[in-house]
């Protein structure tokens, strides 16, 4: 069974991440898998309340379904931030509960609110009350710290799934607030995919998406098993071409594989689109498509050339036919 069109679900996504899925990262993910469920960057509630709205909100069209990802911890904010969402046609929001950098934890919000449940069912409740139907949903953690008890994270979970939130993303592993650097909590804390089954074997009624640590389409088959959804983060940024095949084989869909050639020469009139209107320099955007040749004759060359500033003067369509010069020619 695969989900209809335009029924929101999460059987696959492409997981927030500070710097990487920004608008121009999601229009490229757009071009190689209609279907999957595309993440902002973090925004703070502070940086929406005070700062430019537009320059954090605005998306292109295409990138639907697209989810706005808040990091805050009050309320009233969040609930703010939410309508905005709504008025600027988001498909979801959510609220970061897995982040443990140390400047998140100063604003007392990210992985840290995993320690207050009750205060995390109060901010879900405030954006469900205006959320009037869009989704509100959970990113989390397994744990903090060195606590592997399952009935920490089953607590939260039903704690805050009790203030309205039907969906939760996991992050596989604990996080660990003292000594360990955000990358680092992306690597040492073990992965315990058991403990994120057993969440959906608990709570058949929720919608539990396993995230973490996943690298490959049989990987990602084998956690549909026991899961609703796989959010992908690091490999899908660097290998994206691993999402070609999933609207065929995870969503049903018979439309043609996609080509890396094609999809490349719709980035380059993205850019000079850019360029042109808005004054974007094409290496702001070609930096999240380095990843597109990955594994193919010639890679190498390819992205070096992509990611040579000294041709930034140089209008993308001839930076594209020097680095597709490079390639193997069957590769093109
Ligand atoms: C560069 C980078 C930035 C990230 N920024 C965020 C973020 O803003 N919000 C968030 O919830 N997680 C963030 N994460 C964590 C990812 O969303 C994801 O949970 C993590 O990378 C594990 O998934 P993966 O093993 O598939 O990469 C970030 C990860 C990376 C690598």
Known sequence: ??????????????APMMDWTDRHCRYFHR???????????????GALRHGDQPRHLDYNPEEHP??????????????????LARRWGYDEVNLNCGCPSERVQRGAFGA????????VADCVKAM???????????KHRIGIDKEEGYGFVRDFVGTVAAAG??????????AWLKGLSPKENREIPPLRYEVVYQLKRDFPQLTIVLNGGVQDNDAIAHHLQHVDGVMLGREAYHNPWLMAGWDRRFYGENSPAPDRAVVESAMVAHMSQLAGRHGIPWSHV???MLGLRHGQAGA?????????????????HEVSAAALSALDPAAR
Not at 31 to 45: A, C, D, G, H
Not at 300 to 316: A, G, M, N, V
Request: glycine share 4%.
């Open 1 to 14: 069974m695969f989900p209809e069109p335009g029924v929101p679900d999460w059987r696959l996504s492409v």
């Open 66 to 83: 697209l989810a706005l990802q808040l990091g805050g911890s009050e309320p009233d904010e969040l609930a703010f931030c939410t309508q």
């Open 31 to 45: 071009l190689i898998t209609k279907r999957t469920r595309l993440y902002t960057e973090m925004v703070t509630t």
């Open 128 to 138: 469900v009350d205006v959320a009037d139907g869009l989704p509100v949903t959970v």
């Open 112 to 119: 840290c609110l995993m320690n207050e449940p009750a205060l």
């Open 300 to 316: 190498r060359k390819w992205r070096q050339i992509w990611s040579d500033h000294r041709l930034k003067t140089q209008p993308p």
């Open 165 to 174: 939130c039907r969906v939760f993303i996991v992050h596989a592993r604990n």
């Open 286 to 288: 070609a930096r999240h």
